[in-house]
């Protein structure tokens, strides 16, 4: 042994330390990936009855928030979503919720527990997150006017909002 290195048993600890990071790392990388490429179109079924497709939208800013009831994040950032598709609506943005709970039903009571007035969608099938390159609950994708993914967050703190703001500030200004 080497000085300097830790004892046996620490060692372990590092080695599960960094496969943690190195397996963190690769999921902001999956959806990074992302960042400057056309956005994969979908069409899904909204609890509101409509079908809607991501294409519909070109011309619009376009902010997807893939959740689900039994992320607790989930929680915390569909208000702060609810807040910026009230304010910022009319200057062209879209919130679109992407449900991947396997129960419509329970998707539908957890929106309405939490008040939410943009589409919920569902893709209970996760189609859609797969195509997303969805590993982490939740996830919110910010596309532009022309159809590029130009803002990927996986995962939400308090705190996160500036980030949000000023990501679609500068594309509603675009």
């Known amino acids: 042994m080497f000085e300097g290195s830790p004892p046996a048993r620490g ?8 496969a943690c990071l190195a397996l963190v790392a690769l999921r902001a990388d999956a959806a990074s990936a992302l960042l400057g490429k056309q956005a994969p179109d979908f069409a899904l079924h909204g609890l509101d009855g409509q079908n809607r497709r991501l294409s519909e939208y070109r011309g619009r800013v376009v902010l997807i928030n893939f959740w689900a009831r039994w992320a607790g994040d ?3 950032e569909m208000p702060v979503l609810d807040r910026l598709n009230t304010t910022y609506r009319r200057a062209g943005l879209v919130v679109l919720g992407v449900s991947i ?13 939490m008040h939410v007035g943009y589409p919920i969608l569902l893709d209970s099938g996760e189609t859609v997150g797969r195509d997303y390159s969805l590993q ?5 994708v910010l596309v532009d006017r022309s159809g590029i993914v130009r803002f990927v ?22």
């Open 11 to 18: 060692r372990w600890r590092w080695a599960g330390l960094l």
């Open 74 to 76: 989930s929680r915390v």
């Open 101 to 113: 709970d396997d129960d419509e039903r329970h998707a539908g009571e957890f929106a309405a527990a």
């Open 136 to 140: 982490r609950l939740p996830m919110t």
């Open 153 to 174: 967050r996986v995962g939400y703190r308090r705190g996160d909002q500036p980030a949000y703001l000023a990501a679609i500030r500068e594309l509603l200004r675009e």
